[in-house]
């Protein structure tokens, strides 16, 4: 490359010193011949002086003849004109001396500007290492992508477990990375880009770093957050030197984790569009446009908010492909714990089997976390190898927090608690179809549990019918219905609990068009995010006043026929309650076992 050349301050101050001390040469080179003002005056009045210039300082002159040296050309150093008069009478020789300002000129000008300029040089040299660009001011339009060449990624497909799919998906891009001429024998191209999408934490960027380690390439990971700077234009510079680097490499896979804070759809920033954000978005679709996928160039990006990338990023011939990583099933989960326990000692009884089970919901991080937990849990407690109780104790740990037995609660309030937890497990227990209850405690957890309920699912569910859904709301309903039954008035314990009940009544009549009044119609379409929180529909609401106030009273009815159900099962096993209740006070939690015992006096309920 080129070799360019770099201004520097210090060029400027050698050109500034080279101006003056040529200044005061050029002065000498004009002064033909210094001669003392006393010396002026006697050939002034011997008239031998033709012609004279006065400046401030200096008097210059010709001469009317010659003098024997040949001079014909003088200067003289300018004095006050009374004080020569008076040194004229005493035949004294004098003459005047300008004195050199040239350090005073330095100090008062240059010296501040170089001062300012060392300030604003150390500055940027500051906010360049801050911002991670090596100390160079000149690297921000420089990509920050960390490179990994062939197998230094360390990783491969067998180090990703519980998304199958997905790597079915993803071998056909090793496939062509390493054999693009059997995969193009047919006229078929890899595709340029594909777009990893799941919720958080289920393995995209491990799926992504194991795609490149099987193709043994060069791997260029980089957040899509490291594109946006404070300087206009550097998102886009740094977006083309991406490229650039990678095609110098190819073949090659580019990587781009949380494409959301790169990719969002262009008009969400405000008015006006110029925003930076969208111009390095510009840029990458340019990009995706001009570069050729049978080079070996492939881009991979991932993201967890499908819903607010740009439309145009997502189109057919730029990230053709949209491969779903999903929160692992039983079968998944099995397979992920089966990698992470190689790396613990566990004890014989401990299976992932029985882990999974313990885990709906859990994503690879998530279950992760929960084999380090366990075995910390372990740790902690002196044991030789980690059981499933530890596995327990780690799953209660990451879901309802660290237990708090220093907070203590008056006798009132832990009786409260221990009716309404018992509450819910009766409820679940009672009703055909719910997931058993695996153990209950009154022993505080987390910022605000004062006690909680587990329970089990046996399998994963995809569907539920109403019944199954109502049932919910009346396991959700147990702790308030038995403080109306034990206390007859009821706490602000149930808050979390109502608050679950609404948001299942509401959808039961507005998106699952279960009401039979309101009849099978959709009056709010939710975009599930894969955040875990529903995303309303930002349109406004299609349907009149009447139509809401019927939604209320039906979301309202759903809610009351629910708890008055559950306050008239739980009347019916009024004595099994008292005595669940009366067990938990005194030994804190009940174990599956235990409430197995307690169930063989309790019949189904309808």
Known sequence: MEKRTQFSIWYFLFAIFAVFTLHDLWVQARTVEPISYSEFQTMLKGGQIEEISITDNYIRGSLKSPLPDGRSRFVTTRVDSTLAKDLAGYDVKFSGVVESNFLRDLLSWILPAVIFVGIWIFAMRKFAEKSGMGGSFMALGKSKAKVYMEANTGVRFDDVAGVDEAKEELQEVVGFLKDPGRYGRLGGRVPKGVLLV??????????????????????????????????????????????????????????????????????????????????????????????????????????????????????????????????????????????????????????????????????????????????????????????????????????????????????????????????????????????????????????????????????????????????????????????????????????????????????????????????????????????????????????????AREIDCAVRQLVQDAFARTLALLTAQRAILERGAGELLERETLLEADLVRLRGSLPAAA
């Open 198 to 547: 799941g919720p958080p934490g289920t393995g995209k960027t491990l799926l992504a770093k194991a795609v490149a380690g099987e193709a043994g390439v060069a791997f260029f990971s980089i957040s899509g957050s490291e594109f946006v700077e404070m300087f206009v234009g550097i998102g886009a510079a740094r977006v083309r030197d991406l490229f650039e680097q990678a095609r110098q490499k190819a073949p090659a896979i580019i990587f781009i984790d949380e494409l959301d804070a790169l990719g969002r759809a262009r008009g969400a920033f405000g008015i006006g569009g110029h925003d930076e954000k969208e111009q390095t978005l510009n840029q990458l679709l340019v990009e995706l446009d001009g570069f050729d996928p049978t080079t070996g160039l492939v881009l991979l990006a991932a993201t967890n908010r499908p819903e607010v990338l740009d439309p145009a990023l997502l189109r057919a011939g730029r990230f053709d492909r949209q491969v779903l990583v999903d929160r692992p099933d039983k079968k998944g989960r099995i397979a992920i714990l089966a990698v992470h326990m190689k790396k613990i000692r566990l004890a014989r009884e401990t299976v992932a089997e029985k882990v999974a089970e313990l885990t709906p919901g859990f994503s690879g991080a998530d279950l992760a976390n929960l084999c380090n937990e366990a075995a910390l849990v372990a740790t902690r407690r002196g044991a030789d190898s980690v059981s499933l109780e530890d596995f327990t104790n780690a799953v209660e740990r990451i879901v309802a927090g660290l237990e708090k037995r220093n907070r203590v609660l008056n006798p009132h309030e832990r009786e409260v608690v221990a009716y309404h937890e018992m509450g819910h497990a009766l409820v679940a227990m009672a009703l055909p179809g719910s997931d058993p209850v695996h153990k209950i405690s009154i022993i505080p957890r987390g910022i605000g549990a004062l006690g909680y309920t587990i329970q089990r699912p046996t399998e994963d569910r995809f569907l539920m019918t109403r019944e199954e859904l109502e049932h919910k709301m009346q396991v959700l309903l147990g702790g308030r219905a038995a403080e109306q039954l034990v206390f007859g008035r009821v706490s602000t314990g149930a808050a979390d609990d109502l608050q679950k009940v609404t948001s299942i009544a509401r959808s039961i009549v507005m998106r699952f068009g279960m009401d039979e009044k309101l009849g099978n119609v959709v009056y709010e379409a939710e975009r599930q995010s894969f955040l875990g929180t529903p995303m309303p529909n930002a349109q406004e609401r299609s349907y009149s006043e009447e139509t």
